[in-house]
């Protein structure tokens, strides 16, 4: 089971920082990744973070802006998103993976078995 918090309203150029917690699994071991989506889009990848820690992955209209981490012992996942802008305002959800995914299926959400109900972040221009 997978609980993300730390969406809200902050104003362009702001900072938030989510947070992802999984209980009921070891999801040290698996692939994390966030994802968001706005009402008539898809779900687009945003960044992603093996079980290792030891690669990371984002979405080019984040890179550079948004920092994920984990944090095993907590089986916690978070996303630093700084310079925050309107386009970045969406649903942001975080999903679990079994360890092992290449490098074009991390990015993929179909291959995610493992979903959060999603937080809100907003923001205003």
């Known amino acids: 089971q997978l609980q993300a918090s730390g969406g809200g309203l902050v104003q362009a150029g702001g900072s938030l920082r989510l947070s992802c917690a999984a209980s009921g699994r070891t999801f040290s071991v698996y692939d994390m990744g966030w994802f968001r989506q706005t009402p008539g889009k898809e779900r687009e990848f945003v960044a992603a973070?093996?079980?290792?820690?030891?690669?990371?992955y984002y979405a080019d209209s984040v890179k550079g802006r948004f920092t994920i981490s984990r944090d095993n012992a907590k089986n916690t996942v978070y996303l630093q998103m700084n310079s925050l802008k309107p386009e970045d305002a969406a649903v942001y959800y975080c999903?679990?993976?079994?360890?092992?995914?290449?490098?074009?299926?991390?990015?993929?959400?179909?291959?995610?078995?493992?979903w959060g109900q999603g937080t809100q972040v907003t923001v205003s221009s």
């Open positions: 999903a679990a993976a079994a360890a092992g995914l290449s490098d074009r299926s991390i990015r993929n959400l179909n291959a995610y078995a493992y």
């Open positions: 973070i093996r079980w290792t820690a030891i690669s990371i």
